[in-house]
């Protein structure tokens, strides 16, 4: 008997380079975000891929929370350390409007705008001053998306409290390379990554990482 269960609705995703007008090389910083959303399209399957739509602005819409949430830990690891990045996720429906332009709406984009402008207001106080996430979902059981914020925002607090150096250990590792070619790309030994592994907790944030790309 086939499930009856509803497939769950799409998840927009809306990030935004943190502080883009300050840059001393503005150009070269677009030049890495094209770059960065390149390959975030390559690793990571959407239903509408990532688009830079204002410059220092991109979105898309994949099929599930985890695989936008996989999208925008990608971009903000590919763009360390030039610049950060905040992101605003949001579930529902998606309406295309010109497809010939990429141009979308719905309450999937609406509830990520909303999320978007969340994650800049807590980031502007110091008790949350590390926020870069938000998820919005109507539609969904309040208490769910309250559990999905916070290990979002433990997941933010972590990785912003990071050296830099940790927090290019924890981009290579996410993506797949060993300790050893981190150590060899980054000139460092490799007993120095594995003590920053155990020290910065980078192995438990890694499996955060990895439980929140399996939400459905």
Not at 70 to 86: E, Q, T
Not at 129 to 143: G, N, S
Not at 192 to 200: M, N, P, W, Y
């Amino acid at each position: 008997m086939p499930s009856l269960e509803p497939t769950p609705s799409p998840v927009a995703l809306i990030g935004d380079i943190v502080g883009s007008r300050a840059a001393a090389d503005r150009a070269g910083l677009h030049a890495r975000f094209q770059s960065v959303i390149e390959e975030v399209t390559e690793a990571v399957p959407a239903l509408e891929p990532p688009v830079i739509t204002l410059g220092d602005e991109f979105q898309a819409v994949y099929p599930s929370l985890g695989d936008a949430l996989r999208a925008a830990f990608v971009v903000r690891a590919g763009l360390h350390p030039v610049a950060d990045v905040r992101f605003g996720l949001g579930r529902g429906a998606v309406t295309t409007l010109d497809a010939e332009r990429g141009v979308h709406d719905g309450p999937a984009y609406w509830a990520a705008r909303d999320a978007i402008v969340l994650a800049e207001e807590r980031a502007g106080r110091p008790q949350t001053r590390t926020a870069r996430t938000a998820y919005l979902a109507p539609d969904e059981p309040a208490a769910l998306v309250t559990a999905v914020q916070a290990s979002l925002d433990c997941l933010d607090f972590m990785v912003g409290s990071l050296s830099t150096t940790s927090r290019e250990i924890l981009g290579g590792l996410m993506q797949g390379e060993a300790q050893a070619d981190v150590a060899d790309r980054l000139g460092i030994s490799a007993s120095a990554v594995s003590q920053r592994v155990r020290r910065d907790g980078l192995g438990v944030a890694l499996e955060a990482l990895a439980r929140l790309e399996e939400l459905p």
